[in-house]
C-alpha cells in the first residue's frame, strides 16, 4: 500500500466533504496488496469507505479510532456476494464493450434493452460481436458517439488525460467542487436521535439510484439502520446486481410520469427524512421537483444526487456509466502505459461508481448531523467525471505499480452465510470496524418490485 497516495486521497475526500482547510482525524489502514492498476483504486476504496464511516461517527457521537481493512476494501469494490450452487448473471450485454474504430477506440454501453436499441439504430442488428467489430471498424470514433449519444444510446471514445482537460466538458469538471454543497431552509426539529449503537434507526430514505453509484450509497445507509425504500419504474431490471445491491433494502415499483405516481411518490417523500437519486441534471426539475420543490414537499429535506458527467457544462444532462467516464476521462488510456498499439486499459473494478457512493453516503450523514444540529435541509451533488478527476491526479509511478490483488475472488473470502430470496450465499465481512457502531444489514437483498410502495409501518 503506498502510504503517501493513501494520505493525499483520505486528505481530499476529507476536505472535499467539510472544508478545504480541515485536518481529518487518524484512521487505521491495515497494510495490505493492492488492486492491480495503473491507479490507486485500493485506496480510493479504502478512503472513501472512511470518509463514509467517519461521518456516521460525527453524527452519533462515537469517538473511538476507526479501522479499515484495505484488502475488504477492495474486494467490496469487486464484489460482496456471492451465490452458492448457481450461477450469477453476467454483468454486460453480449455487445457492450470497446470497439476498434478506423482512428482509435470507443466504448458502447448496451446492458439496458432501449440502449442497445439506439446502438443498433445506428449501427444495425448483428448475430455476433465480431460482426459488430467489423461494422463499428468502419466509423470514425468521434462521429459514431455524437451518433450513438443522438439516438439515445451510450457511448464513450477513448480520450488521453490530456484531451480530456481541453475538452469543454472536462473544462466544466475541472472546476466542480469534489461534493457542492447547500444548506436548505430551516425546518421543524427532527424526531430521530442517532443511538450510536444504530444511528440512523427510524430515519427514512427514499432511493430513486440505480446500478451501483447511488444503490452503493443507500447500502451503506442501511448497514447503519436506516429504512431504504427503493422505487424503480415498471420493467426496469437489474439481474446481474440485484443480490449486490438491494441489501439492507425494500424495493417497490412507482412510475413517476403518470399522475398516480406522482402522487404517490409526493406521499412517501413528505414522510421521508433523505432522498437520493442519481437521474441527469435536469430530470427532476422537469417534472416538477426542483431543489425548492423538494424542500417544499419535504421540509428540512437531506437531498442527494448523482451525476455521470458533472453539474455544469454541455454534457451535464448526457448518459453516462462508471466504464464510459473512465473512456472518457484519460483513464483507460492512460492505463496502456503509452503503449498506442494495445486495446483500452480500463480499472480493474467500476471504482468510480463505489467511490463516489461512499461519497453521497458520507454527504447523507452530514448532512443529517446538520439537520439534527441546526434544523436545516442539505443538499450535496457528486458526479462520477469528478471522481475521475480526483483519482487522475495521482497515478501511481510506473516502478511502484502494484502486481498483488487480482481480480479473482475465489478462495480469498472473509465472509458470511446470508439467506436471500433468491437462494443462499456468502456475503463479504464489513471492511470497516467502528467499535460499538457495526455495519449490519437487518434484511437480505430483495428482488426489485417486490414490496409495495410505502413506509414499513405505513399500510399500501
Known sequence: MDNRLMTSLWLSLWQGLHSNDASPPAVAFTAGERLQSAWPVTELAASSLALAMQAAADLCGNACPLEVNTRLASRWFQRSYFPINRTVASLWDPFAGDYATRDGWIRLHTNAPHHRAAMEQVLGVHDSREALAKTVHGWMKNTLEEAVISAGGCAAEMRSLADWLRHPQGEHVAQEPLIAQRMQPEAAPPAWRCPVSRPLLGIRVLDLTRIIAGPVATRFLAGLGAEILRLDPPGWEEASLEEEITLGKRCARLNLKLKEGRKAFETLLAQADVLVHG??????????????????????????????????????????????????????????????????????????????????????????RQRRRHNIGFTARLSLARTALLLTQRPYPVADRPAGLGADVAGDLNAETEIAARGIGYRLNAPVWLPGTPLIWSRPASPLGSSAPCWSNTSS
Open 279 to 368: 437521474f441527469r441534471a435536469d430530470a427532476l426539475p422537469r417534472l416538477g421537483y426542483d431543489t425548492d420543490a423538494l424542500q417544499r414537499l419535504s421540509p428540512g429535506l437531506i437531498d442527494v444526487s448523482l451525476n455521470a458527467w458533472g453539474w455544469s457544462g454541455p454534457w451535464r444532462n448526457r448518459r453516462g456509466f462508471d466504464s464510459l467516464v473512465q473512456m472518457g476521462c484519460g483513464i483507460a488510456d492512460y492505463g496502456r502505459g503509452g503503449d498506442v498499439s494495445t486495446p483500452p486499459s480500463p480499472l480493474p473494478v467500476q471504482a468510480l461508481d463505489h467511490a463516489t457512493g461512499y461519497m453521497m453516503a458520507a454527504s447523507v450523514l452530514k448532512g443529517l
